[in-house]
């Protein structure tokens, strides 16, 4: 190995390192400022840890705060989106993968459009069509407008997995005599499970961390969710930063076990398709 080659092989692990400190940095001030007692937050000045650990505002938090009614309410709505979504999505991206139907074209068009517009241009539109439905303040509402603006995108992930699935598993399924519902239920769908896990977990966390139409749609606590919980710890002459902080590690941790407990699927979905055999 040349010394260009070793030159080039350290370049390339820096800047990898440089990039995993980037992005886990944020998350390790989120931590250390959580931690920090409010008597050492601006008398410490800028520390990489804190001289004294407390957990008071975590104590805080989920003792005298609305913040659990918040975490309930995320589960819910980022649970239930992502479940409709990726049932929906397998549905409609099995059909246009394996199907040609009349406007199926125009059809992928008007759900490509739908993701061109800019969000807060939509705002006040739904607001006015859920309004005399009853669905604002709602956790309904909120699945409702999750589930519309992700079925799109979730849809064509989904139909690039079954792309990948050759169809002469299919024809040989129904030869022996199964249906089209059954070949899809039992050939496709078990291998398309590292895409249904892709399809979760991003579906999972788009719901969970959202913010716009959370905050533009809920008026009260009692339905609102955890991004819009965090508000509540910003006053008009002061943020209390080490409860918005504990809160903030504290809502890290569903999205971190769920991730965990798809890892397996998920590393399959994400380079599926990457090398072709």
């Known amino acids: 190995m040349n010394s260009y080659s070793i030159f080039g092989t350290a370049l390339h692990r820096l800047a990898i390192l440089c990039y995993v ?16 007692p409010n008597d050492l937050l601006y008398s410490e000045g800028v520390r990489m840890w804190p001289s004294r650990m407390s957990f008071e ?3 805080f938090v989920l003792a005298h705060s609305a913040f659990p009614v918040f975490f309930r309410n995320s589960m819910i709505v980022a649970g239930a989106t992502a479940v409709i979504v990726t049932l929906l999505a397998s549905l409609s991206g099995y059909a ?3 199907f040609t139907f009349r406007g199926k074209y125009w059809l992928v068009a008007l759900m490509l459009l739908t993701q061109m517009f800019p969000l807060v241009m939509l705002v006040a539109p739904i607001f006015k069509m859920l309004s005399p439905l009853g669905l604002t303040n709602s ?35 129904k030869i022996d005599g199964a249906t089209q519902f059954m070949a899809f239920r039992q050939i496709v769908l078990p ?5 249904i896990a892709a399809t979760l977990g991003f579906v999972f966390t788009a719901a969970w961390s959202e913010l716009l139409f959370a905050l533009m749609l809920i008026s009260g606590n009692s339905a609102a969710t955890f991004p819009v919980g965090l508000l509540t ?13 504990a809160a903030g ?29």
């Open 233 to 245: 710890f910003v006053s008009k002459f002061s943020v209390d930063f080490g409860q918005m902080m």
């Open 139 to 173: 956790l309904t509402g909120l699945v409702v407008v999750y589930t519309a603006f992700n079925i799109p995108f979730a849809t064509f992930l989904m139909q690039s997995f079954f792309d990948g699935i050759p169809k002469e598993l299919e024809e040989a399924a």
């Open 57 to 59: 505002h975590f104590r």
């Open 191 to 195: 291998l398309t499970l590292p895409g």
């Open 96 to 98: 246009l993968s394996r």
């Open 21 to 36: 400190v980037f992005a886990l940095f944020p998350l390790f001030w989120l931590l250390k400022v959580s931690v920090t």
């Open 249 to 277: 590690v504290l809502a890290l941790i569903p999205a971190c076990l769920f991730f965990l407990f798809i890892q397996r699927y998920l590393v399959q979905g994400l380079t599926a398709g990457a090398v072709k055999g």
